[in-house]
């Protein structure tokens, strides 16, 4: 499969198994802590519901051929915050499922040439990058939700290898939005799983070993990813997984505060 049959399919996979967890959950659940600082699992539903009534729009229109419909981001996260928490729940199964459907009903000319009006960057932007960024949304805040749930502590092997494809390519700028690399006094250079994480004046990564690591990353890719998201605290990191050279885990993690 090509990168953007992969998100979709990943898409899907989250989608499909959040539409099963959302009816068994009750208000004690909805508003129970979830791994995302401060926010309560039904505020994380919220939040990706909000948020694939925002994705749907530049998504549909570039789909049909169609203007972006004109419309204030504010108004839709005021009307969803202003919801109970079984409406936030039971809203975002039905918005997501949207986005889903609209994604899976592209064939693969136009999985491949579509680009897609973000409204917030300079120009429309490829598919797999549209895509790619809800998905990075869709599986770091699922893993927010189940991991506060205490129904899980990674995030889904599939879903992780996917994101680290997009980080090293078309979604490598969140790296830089999400990193704070003045955080360590020198270069660095980590290895991990044949990839190569540099923090200098800014952070990149790429996907082949580097020439010459000042530290290497010890663990599975799940934990990579959630690392590079903030979201690799001690209370959810694997046995085994360990940063040995110039700089120590606890640096890393300053580095990537999260989002």
Not at 58 to 69: C, D, K, Q, S
Not at 102 to 112: I, N, P, Q, S
Request: a negative charge.
């Amino acid at each position: 499969m090509t990168l953007v049959d992969r998100v979709i399919s990943s898409l899907r996979h989250h989608h499909d198994r959040l539409a099963a967890l959302v009816p068994s959950l009750d208000d004690a659940a909805l508003t129970s802590p979830s791994a995302a600082t401060e926010w309560r699992v039904c505020d994380v539903l919220s939040h990706l519901g909000s948020g694939a009534e925002i994705t749907l729009r530049p998504l549909a229109a570039a789909a049909t051929g169609t203007p972006v419909p004109e419309a204030a981001n504010e108004e839709v996260w005021d009307r969803w915050n202003a919801m109970s928490p079984r409406d936030q729940a039971d809203g975002f199964v039905e918005h997501d499922r949207r986005v889903v459907e609209t994604l899976e009903g592209l064939d693969d000319e136009a999985r491949e040439s579509l680009t897609v009006d973000l409204g917030f960057l300079p120009a429309p932007v490829p598919l797999a990058m549209a895509a790619g960024m809800r998905l990075n949304e869709v599986a770091l805040h699922s893993w927010d939700v189940l991991a506060g749930l205490d129904v899980t502590d990674s995030l889904d092997d599939e879903a992780a290898e996917v994101l680290l494809e997009l980080y090293t390519g078309p979604l490598g700028m969140l790296l830089t939005w999400a990193s704070k690399p003045g955080e360590l006094d020198e270069r660095t250079v980590v290895a991990f799983e044949g990839h190569g994480l540099t923090v200098a004046e800014e952070v990149s990564l790429v996907a082949e070993p580097p020439v010459a690591p000042t530290a290497t990353f010890t663990g599975p890719v799940e934990a990579a990813v959630r690392l590079i998201a903030g979201r690799l605290r001690p209370t959810t990191t694997p046995e085994g997984v360990e940063v040995v050279g110039n700089v120590t885990l606890d640096d890393l993690r300053r580095v990537f505060p999260g989002y």
